[in-house]
């Protein structure tokens, strides 16, 4: 008997522990998946682009100090979000991405850009209704970060510098394209 109490006291201690840890690290996540299109000049024809972007929202989500024990807690959405936009890119007529564009940054508002390729080049595109439409007139600044990482800042409409990283580009190799 005083051995079960023992466990079922452990037990509790560990239930509590997890609860109060689980509550000071909560995240709500948003995802959401869009389609659009792009043109680019390749030098010799007009070629449209299939993009889609996969955007997750990660909002860190604190509960109000006053409510502190309550079952129903009124939430404080901390005011920075970390995005992270996942971009596929279908340049060609078959059913298979041909690149992918991971990048990520915080912002206080959701921004309405992505970066995409331009002959072997990121870019910046902004939505325009079903498509996207690049920004010509813009130029990324650029940072080397450790692990061939690079940090890019651009300036949005505001005129504040967002700062992002890309995580990943991975695009068909030269050789790989030959042999299509």
Known sequence: MKMKTIYMSITAIFLMTGTMSAQEQNQEVLDTKISK?????????????T???????LNTIEN???????????????????IIKTVQIDNDDDDAFDEKIVFSYESETPEDFVLVSKNDELVVAMNEGENLKIVENLSLKSKEVADNKTTYIFTNEHGENLEFLVQEYSKPSDTAMLEK
């Open 37 to 49: 299109s792009y043109t680019i000049n390749d030098g010799k024809k007009l070629v449209k682009n």
């Open 64 to 82: 109000a100090e006053k409510d502190q024990g309550k079952v129903n807690q009124d939430r404080v959405v901390d005011s920075v979000s970390t």
């Open 51 to 57: 993009v889609v972007i996969t955007t997750k929202r």
